[in-house]
């Protein structure tokens, strides 16, 4: 039934399901998986104050983005999954996340988006995510939001 899955990781516990679920699901398909790591420097509060002397937060945040990545193609690994793998960044393309996922995931044609229901900027909402409530409405394809206790 599915392909090509793309599985967005951010390294919450929501992130951690999602990718399990995905993996899961891959092999059983015998898809292909996609991990995708959004940086959203312009999320940062006082982002726009960043300068020379807080020049080294983008480099930092993007060695933190490839070890969440690293981690998740290590999982699927461990489950025979092969996974390819991208960094994105927001302020570079300058678009909301669920943007940048959506486009990602019409890029690789995916047949399906994994997330996680709440990621590390879930705690502003009071219910679904801001960034899962975005893709599952912008994609055209099928989006399966996960959420942290759905795993173990």
């Given amino acids: 039934m599915y392909a090509r899955i793309l599985v967005a990781v951010d390294g919450s516990a929501a992130a951690e399901a999602a990718l399990q679920h995905a993996v899961a699901l891959a092999a059983e398909q015998h898809a292909q998986l996609h991990l995708v790591h959004v940086i959203d420097i312009g999320a940062i509060p006082g982002s726009e104050l960043v300068d020379a002397a807080g020049a080294e937060l983008p480099a930092l945040l993007r060695r933190q983005g490839q070890a ?85």
């Fill in 68 to 152: 969440v990545l690293d981690r998740a193609q290590q999982a699927a690994l461990a489950a025979g999954v092969h996974a390819s793998s991208r960094l994105l960044e927001g302020e570079v393309l300058g678009k909301r996340v669920a943007e940048m996922l959506t486009d990602e995931a019409r890029a690789q044609r995916a047949d399906l988006v994994v997330i996680g229901s709440h990621g590390w900027r879930g705690f502003s909402r009071m219910f679904l995510g801001s960034v899962a409530e975005g893709v599952s409405r912008l994609c055209p394809m099928p989006v399966m939001i996960v959420h942290a206790a759905a795993h173990g």
